[in-house]
């Protein structure tokens, strides 16, 4: 059934399927949202004036998905319960719904298979995420597919 895991350091060997962890919270700026513009150099109108995204039926600026994403896994590695992670090896990820910009967004995350590799000491997680924005509306979800240690 799993448990949501207190504070600390979790290795392969210190989980179940379904233990989760819940994430804290951020704010998704204007000003995060133009300095992800600014880095990535993606400046599609609807990210960058609130008119634009209006213009496209949207109620505010929208963040970029690759953003929010980001952000995700940031509180991922900023959660009070971590794993002691070797190396994400992949994302499969969906965009639900628009994250606007001053929306506050959250992560659960839940392990959804585990798996020993031909390495004695690495082995594999897969992730299951769920991105909830401060109205409890789901936003974003997907999977991560993380190398840990014992």
């Known amino acids: 059934m799993g448990q949501l895991l207190s504070p600390g350091l979790y290795g392969f060997g210190d989980l179940e399927v379904g233990?989760?962890?819940e994430t804290g919270d951020v704010?998704?700026?204007?000003d995060l949202i133009d300095r992800f513009a600014g880095l990535t150099g993606d400046r599609f109108e609807i990210h960058m004036t609130s008119?634009?995204?209006?213009?496209?039926?949207?109620?505010a600026r929208v963040a970029h998905g690759l953003l929010v994403l980001s952000l995700v896994d940031g509180l991922?590695?900023?959660?009070?319960?971590?794993?002691?992670?070797?190396a994400s090896l992949g994302w499969d990820w969906t965009f639900r719904q628009p994250v606007l910009a001053d929306d506050c967004?959250?992560?659960?995350?839940?392990?959804?298979e585990k798996r020993p590799t031909r390495r004695e000491d690495r082995f594999i997680l897969h992730l299951s995420l769920e991105v909830i924005n401060q109205r409890g509306e789901v936003v974003q979800l997907g999977r991560n597919i993380l190398m840990v240690q014992r």
């Not at 008119?51 to 109620?59: D, I, L, R, S, W």
């Open 27 to 30: 704010n998704v700026t204007a």
């Open 105 to 112: 967004i959250r992560a659960t995350i839940t392990i959804s």
């Open 76 to 86: 991922k590695n900023q959660a009070p319960a971590q794993f002691r992670a070797i």
């Open 51 to 59: 008119e634009a995204a209006q213009k496209h039926g949207f109620a």
């Open 19 to 21: 233990d989760r962890i």
